[in-house]
């Protein structure tokens, strides 16, 4: 893919490799533009992402790959934030930054894609939480704060799917999306999970295709094996499919480049 925009660092406490790692592999799978986007740090669940001590460190080393390889590959510098109201920190939303990525991981405190918590879905009415899910979604984009929506229907990750339409169930949140006018990632790292297919879902693309809301690409890679690794799966898929432009971003200005 020309551009990878959604992918992690050792500083969260649960990927591995390098920067250097991250990098050459995207070199050499002929990406253009890589983005690193490390999960913020914020008072909530801090087992799983950076401290804000750690910030500096993090920017200032994205900052150097930038200018180390900058004849190899562009180098984009972001944050992949959880989506908390009462526990975004303005250090993570006002950083100098290409752009961020908002995620919901959290419905009512629960962990919902965190493998130690899965037998909570026992307990859940399925198409409640979709709901809950996709509500937070509209919260988000209603928000202001964010240039990407991560995993869209992240939801869906341990094959508990609703009875509900998907559409149905979605649609109010990407017609709030086009509103704010921002972008949905096409996220490879569903097929590494239970769910096996990308985030969205054939339903949820085919909406953000008729509502004509701008993509970008994600590996979501926690480790440098894991970026593009799904990329020819994705590009069956887009072949279906009348995208041709993706977003990339600088100082959170969005351009469209063709793909």
Same mark, same amino acid.
């Given at each position: 893919?020309?551009?990878?925009l959604?992918? /992690? ?9 390098e920067?250097?790692?991250y990098?050459q592999?995207?070199?050499d799978?002929d990406?253009?533009?890589f983005?690193?986007?490390? /999960?913020?740090?914020m ?7 950076m ?8 920017e ?5 790959m ?5 004849d ?8 992949e934030?959880?989506?908390?109201p ?6 993570v939303?006002q950083?100098d ?5 908002? &995620?919901?991981?959290f ?9 130690e918590f ?17 509500e937070a979604?509209t919260?988000?984009a209603?928000?202001?704060l964010f ?17 509900k339409?998907i ?12 509103k704010?006018?921002?972008v949905?990632?096409l996220?490879?790292?569903?097929y ?6 990308l985030?969205p ?21 926690? &480790?440098?094996q894991?970026?593009c ?12 499919y ?9 100082n ?6 063709n793909?």
């Amino acid at each position: 893919m020309i551009a990878d925009l959604h992918n /992690h660092t050792k500083l969260c406490n649960h990927a591995e490799g390098e920067l250097e790692e991250y990098i050459q592999s995207a070199i050499d799978k002929d990406i253009k533009y890589f983005g690193f986007s490390d /999960h913020a740090p914020m008072e909530y669940d801090k087992k799983y992402r950076m401290n804000f001590e750690d910030m500096k460190i993090y920017e200032n080393s994205i900052k150097n790959m930038k200018t180390k390889f900058q004849d190899d590959i562009e180098i984009l510098l972001g944050y992949e934030v959880d989506f908390l109201p009462n526990y975004m920190d303005k250090k993570v939303l006002q950083a100098d930054v290409d752009y961020l990525i908002g &995620s919901i991981h959290f419905l009512n405190g629960w962990g919902f894609d965190n493998p130690e918590f899965i037998g909570e879905y026992k307990n859940k009415d399925i198409d409640k939480i979709w709901e809950e899910y996709f509500e937070a979604i509209t919260q988000l984009a209603k928000s202001g704060l964010f240039d990407i929506v991560g995993h869209i229907d992240l939801i869906k990750v341990f094959k508990y799917l609703p009875k509900k339409e998907i559409k149905l169930i979605a649609k109010n949140a990407l017609k709030e999306i086009k509103k704010a006018d921002i972008v949905v990632e096409l996220n490879m790292s569903g097929y590494k999970k239970p769910i096996n297919e990308l985030y969205p879902s054939k339903d949820i693309l085919e909406l953000i295709e008729e509502y004509d809301i701008p993509i970008t690409f994600g590996s979501d890679a926690h &480790s440098p094996q894991e970026i593009c690794k799904y990329e020819d799966k994705l590009k069956t898929i887009l072949s279906k499919y009348s995208f041709k432009k993706c977003a990339i971003f600088h100082n959170r200005d969005r351009k469209l480049i063709n793909f």
